[in-house]
């Protein structure tokens, strides 16, 4: 359900020959992450990073595509893709349907067209872009940002959100096939525009609207200092050597799903939590009480690991207690859990799955 840290280079496959790097026509919980794709960079050439006609997916994060005729050809329900990076493609990202697509931290260099949208269609033999927000994108050398396949004459099946779009070198931010400049681009920053229907009141009475939209409220404390959304990207540890890694298991925890492995898995966030990175061996570790992180640790699993509770401490439901305590009480840094999964032997009416308290 996950294909991660790979680059797939087709720049070995002739430019005029039809390519694709991932064909990835999937559903929900699934994800792509820390991926390249590698593509000729030759006028017209028949290259694609990603091809997905169908699905109902999903997520998406730090994946970079070089070169390429689409960076990415994407139709599915609905997606969440954060920190994309196109370069050097003829389009950066096709749009062939959707019902809502999210794409936040976007990145666009060199490209011809940004995002092209095949927008209008809302039968089910023609269905089309339904909703597509882009957030926090730079976008540089890149002739439209986003183009629709269709002229809104007033009205236009679907939505497009842009917000914190920085454009440098972009003559149309947003036009139409067959050169309609709907709104300039140039070296600029777009704030928050937007069209699509407005709906009011509850007899279902709809406007179409095109333009400056009010942007949504993003306290100060929410963004980094490009003023971005904050986020952090999938921990993957590439720099760390095999001397910072210590294996749950070599400290005498089991993972077999019957040992009670309570104790050797405290024992060891006890000892080695802020020191080294502590490695969750594949299996499933049966808990029978809390198991207290303090900040600092960094847990990585092995192809989703799991700690699975059982037992009288968390029958209660009227004494509810945790399974994963993530920092004492007002505990403040850092915590990185990732590759894991937490559950229970099955009712557990007394547990508490994560109570988080670092801050």
């Given at each position: ?144 940002f986003v183009r629709s396949s269709v002229a809104s004459n007033g009205q236009l099946a679907g939505s497009l959100v842009l917000n914190n779009i ?23 920053t777009i704030a928050s525009w937007g069209q699509g229907n407005v709906y009011s009141g509850t007899s279902g009475s709809k406007n179409f609207a ?150």
């Amino acid at each position: 359900r996950s294909i991660r840290n790979l680059i797939i280079d087709l720049r070995q496959i002739p430019a005029s020959t039809s390519a694709i790097g991932l064909h990835w026509q999937v559903s929900q919980a699934t994800s792509l992450i820390n991926i390249v794709v590698e593509m000729s960079t030759a006028s017209n050439n028949g290259h694609q990073g990603m091809f997905m006609e169908n699905g109902s997916g999903g997520f998406m994060g730090d994946i970079i595509f070089n070169g390429g005729k689409y960076g990415i050809q994407v139709g599915n329900q609905q997606f969440t893709v954060r920190n994309l990076t196109v370069n050097n493609a003829a389009t950066a990202v096709s749009g062939i349907w959707n019902w809502g697509f999210t794409f936040q931290g976007v990145t666009i260099n060199n490209c011809q067209i940004g995002f092209d949208l095949a927008t209008g269609g809302t039968t089910t033999s023609n269905q089309t872009v339904g909703s597509e927000a882009i957030i926090d994108a730079v976008v540089t050398n890149t002739s439209v940002f986003v183009r629709s396949s269709v002229a809104s004459n007033g009205q236009l099946a679907g939505s497009l959100v842009l917000n914190n779009i920085k454009l440098s070198n972009v003559p149309t931010a947003v036009g139409v096939t067959g050169g309609i400049t709907v709104l300039a681009g140039g070296t600029t920053t777009i704030a928050s525009w937007g069209q699509g229907n407005v709906y009011s009141g509850t007899s279902g009475s709809k406007n179409f609207a095109q333009g400056n939209i009010v942007s949504a409220n993003k306290p100060s404390v929410l963004l980094d200092s490009a003023g971005r959304i904050f986020g952090k990207a999938h921990p993957q540890y590439a720099s760390y050597a095999a001397s910072q890694f210590i294996s749950i298991k070599s400290q005498g925890a089991k993972g077999d799903g019957h040992t009670d492995d309570t104790a050797a898995i405290q024992n060891v966030l006890d000892e080695y939590a802020g020191c080294k990175i502590i490695f969750f061996d594949a299996g499933t570790y049966y808990v029978t009480n809390t198991i207290t992180i303090p900040a600092g640790a960094q847990i990585v699993g092995e192809a989703w690991s799991v700690i699975m509770a059982g037992g009288s401490a968390f029958s209660d439901q009227k004494n509810p207690r945790a399974v994963i305590q993530a920092g004492a009480a007002n505990s403040q840094g850092v915590l990185e859990i990732s590759d894991m999964v937490f559950t229970t032997t099955g009712p557990a009416p007394g547990a508490i799955m994560i109570e988080w308290n670092v801050h």
